[in-house]
């Protein structure tokens, strides 16, 4: 059973910044794409980015390109997303999942076959 663990959610001021990580237990990582989603109260969850097997292609929601940026760590089964110059609209719970197809920039969540349990994220303004 693929498990992934979501942390380092908490409450930050606007304009701050915060490192979610995303580890897998169980199995490793390597071999799978990797996204990073949220879901904000009463909205639908969304995708935000996700990472390729490699590294080497990602992808952002419009919403927060140029502040978020996600990367991997195969060597410490974890991937991390880095959010930079957060806003009340970033609050949510964001979750981590893996896929057996590719990071795509649709980051369809139908696409993502396991899920962590998610960690809260919440901006003050």
């Known amino acids: 059973q693929l498990q992934l663990v979501e942390s380092g959610g908490t409450l930050v001021q606007s304009g701050g910044s915060l490192r979610l990580s995303c580890l897998a237990s169980?199995?490793?990582?390597?071999?799978?794409?990797i996204g990073w989603f949220r879901q904000a109260p009463g909205k639908e969850r969304e995708g935000i980015s996700c990472?390729?097997?490699?590294?080497?292609?990602?992808h952002y929601a419009d919403s927060v390109k140029g502040r978020f940026t996600i990367s991997r760590d195969d060597a410490h089964n974890t991937v991390y997303l880095q959010m930079n110059s957060l806003t009340p609209e970033d609050t949510g719970v964001y979750y981590c999942?893996?896929?057996?197809?590719?990071?795509?920039?649709?980051?369809?969540?139908?696409?993502?076959?396991?899920w962590g349990q998610g960690t809260q994220v919440t901006v003050s303004s």
């Open positions: 999942a893996a896929t057996q197809h590719y990071c795509k920039s649709s980051l369809f969540r139908d696409e993502y076959d396991h």
């Open positions: 990472i390729s097997v490699t590294g080497a292609t990602t």
């Open positions: 169980e199995f490793t990582l390597e071999g799978y794409p």
